[in-house]
């Protein structure tokens, strides 16, 4: 009886030491990583290591849209690892409802969530993070073997309450990040302005410039023509011929409707080729002079507010 008494005892202890190491392991992160990229990927593999799963993937989503924007897991890019947006939309519609831990095992679990691993003795559990009743994403756990036992879904639990005030860490430092960007981009765009180069050529620039700050797959400005009340095309990306041409008709609908309310337009999700686009007026003197437009954001389902502001600031 004693044995069995201490044996118990012994398997309490470890089992609180690890929830113990867990804790400290994700405070640790929190505290010497702020960069948010960097800290989510530190927490997908502490976190694949001390539960012992194959896989862990973390999804944030943006505040605004509700999409997943931001991923984070432990094992190295690959193309059987890569995380499409077609991938992620599957996860987000298997995952969106969730309130608790929710477990799957060999071919019950959606396909999305396997990656490359074979479904015989596959396990899945899923436990969404939450934050005062707001779902700020989920974190993603798969690992072949043994089933998840009760304390590995106690070790999730754990997981999910540090982890929920590590992503709002880095929300702020995001904001934050996004405020120098503003200032930072002004600036280098006051240069450009200042250097007196031909107009074509300046345009040319700024889109540019734009572009790569935005994030955008392509980018165009527009010249509002009084004489026949038309937009014309005077600049554009140098994947014209691909983004913008075959969508010509859509994108110059969306910019003359920026135009008619001289104010900023955007649309997400609008297909398959043409996913999304931002137009937003040119005024010189009070007076609009044409429309400047990004289309596509690499890495996410659309443009999102911060975009948006940054387009404004500008």
Avoid at 54 to 83: K, V
Avoid at 257 to 271: F, I, K, R
Avoid at 276 to 302: F, K, Q, T
Wanted: net charge negative.
């Amino acid at each position: 009886m004693e044995l069995n008494v201490s044996e118990t005892l012994r398997k309490q202890l470890t089992t609180k030491q690890k929830q113990v190491d867990l804790i400290l392991a994700i405070d640790q992160i929190r505290d010497t990583l702020p960069e948010p990229h960097d800290m989510m990927v530190a927490l997908s593999t502490t976190l694949a290591a001390q539960i012992q799963t194959d896989l862990c993937l973390i999804c944030l989503r943006d505040r605004e849209t509700g999409h997943f924007t931001a991923t984070a897991m432990n094992l190295p890019e690959s193309p059987e690892n890569r995380l499409t947006r077609a991938k992620l939309r599957d996860i987000d519609r298997h995952t969106r409802q969730l309130q608790e831990i929710c477990l799957w095992e060999g071919d019950t679990i959606p396909s999305c969530f396997r990656m490359a691993y074979p479904v015989n003795g596959l396990h899945a559990a899923v436990i969404p993070i939450l934050l005062h009743g707001q779902n700020l994403g989920i974190i993603l756990f798969v690992r072949s073997g043994n089933p998840f036992s009760q304390d590995d879904l106690t070790l999730i639990t754990i997981a999910e309450s540090q982890v929920d005030s590590a992503v709002m860490q880095c929300a702020e430092y995001h904001t934050l990040q996004q405020r120098n960007k503003e200032l930072e981009t002004i600036y280098r765009i006051d240069k450009l302005r200042d250097q007196h180069r031909p107009f074509d050529e300046m345009l040319s620039a700024v889109l540019t410039e734009l572009r790569h700050v935005i994030q955008a797959e392509a980018g165009f400005i527009m010249l509002y023509n009084k004489l026949n009340n038309q937009l014309d095309l005077r600049t554009a990306s140098d994947n014209y011929m691909f983004l913008i041409a075959p969508h010509y008709d859509r994108i110059e609908q969306i910019a003359k409707e920026s135009l008619a309310q001289a104010e900023m337009v955007w649309y997400n999700d609008l297909g398959t080729d043409l996913e999304s686009i931002i137009c937003i007026p040119l005024i010189l003197e009070n007076e609009i002079i044409g429309v400047l437009g990004v289309v596509n954001r690499y890495g996410r389902y659309g443009f999102d507010a911060e975009d948006r502001r940054l387009l404004h600031a500008i």
